[in-house]
């Protein structure tokens, strides 16, 4: 199994700054892509960044500019810089990993998730 722990999270003024981080913990062989993911109160999980095991970033398109995603393979750890936060910023962020895990029959590789770490931007 592969536990995923995010920190970093917490309560910014407008325009402040926030650094996440996520490490993959267990019996890992290999990760693929990590991602974050937000869920705003009342609304859809979306998609913020995602990173390559090779360094290839995807962000979208309303944070460009204010958001950027990094890795460190050697220690399983992905990070979120967020600046000029904003109010439309709130909501609990996900951590995501595709990693494998040696089982009987060579590697296994499945979905993982952390359990969140909240951002709350006041105005």
């Known amino acids: 199994q592969v536990q995923l722990v995010e920190s970093g999270g917490g309560l910014a003024q407008t325009g402040e700054s926030l650094k996440l981080s996520c490490t993959a913990f267990?019996?890992?062989?290999?990760?693929?892509?990590m991602n974050w993911y937000r869920q705003a109160p009342g609304k859809k999980r979306e998609l913020v960044a995602a990173?390559?095991?090779?360094?290839?970033?995807n962000i979208t398109e309303s944070v460009k500019g204010r958001i950027t995603i990094s890795r460190n393979n050697a220690e399983n750890t992905i990070y979120l810089q967020m600046a000029n936060l904003q109010p439309i910023d709130t909501a609990l962020y996900y951590c995501?990993?595709?990693?494998?895990?040696?089982?009987?029959?060579?590697?296994?590789?499945?979905?993982?998730w952390g359990q969140g770490t909240q951002v709350t931007v006041a105005s």
């Open positions: 995501y990993a595709h990693g494998g895990i040696m089982g009987f029959y060579g590697v296994v590789y499945s979905d993982y």
């Open positions: 267990g019996n890992i062989h290999s990760i693929n892509n």
């Open positions: 990173i390559s095991r090779d360094g290839d970033t």
